[in-house]
Nanobody, 129 residues
Framework: VQLVESGGGLVQAGGSLRLSCAAS????????IGWFRQAPGKEREGVSC????????YYTDSVKGRFTIFSDTAKNTVYLQMNNLKPEDTAVYFC???????????????????????WGRGTQVTVSQ
């Protein structure tokens, strides 16, 4: 299994970025895939997740209305469109996947089995004032 993130970078507040997570070795139909972020000195948090097993998506409150998660199953890629970025969105963004979990549970960590989670290496997003 391999998850490769791309699309991070430096952007001014109010700008946009689109993150991509190219997955290999997993079946999108039976995995929840999500974006998590970790800022310096802070705990990792689930930003947005998508699960085809129950056709669900999840967004943490701070990104609702600004971020959109979607997938292209033909390309085995999950995207995170981030609009109206704020300095507090600055973090390393990681793509992750776990089998058979609804998006809410995957993103919030409820019911997650750490040994079953696959992680990418992350991509830096920096939002300047």
């Amino acid at each position: 299994v391999q998850l490769v993130e791309s699309g991070g970078g430096l952007v001014q507040a109010g700008g946009s970025l689109r993150l991509s997570c190219a997955a290999s070795g997993i079946n999108f139909d039976d995995h929840a895939i999500g974006w998590f972020r970790q800022a310096p000195g802070k705990e990792r948090e689930g930003v947005s997740c998508i699960s085809r097993s129950d056709d669900s998506t999840y967004y943490t409150d701070s990104v609702k209305g600004r971020f959109t998660i979607f997938s292209d199953t033909a390309k085995n890629t999950v995207y995170l469109q981030m609009n109206n970025l704020k300095p507090e969105d600055t973090a390393v963004y990681f793509c992750a996947a776990e089998p058979w979990l609804p998006s809410y549970y995957f993103c919030t960590g409820h019911g997650t089995s750490p040994n079953d989670v696959f992680w990418g290496r992350g991509t830096q997003v920096t939002v300047s004032q």
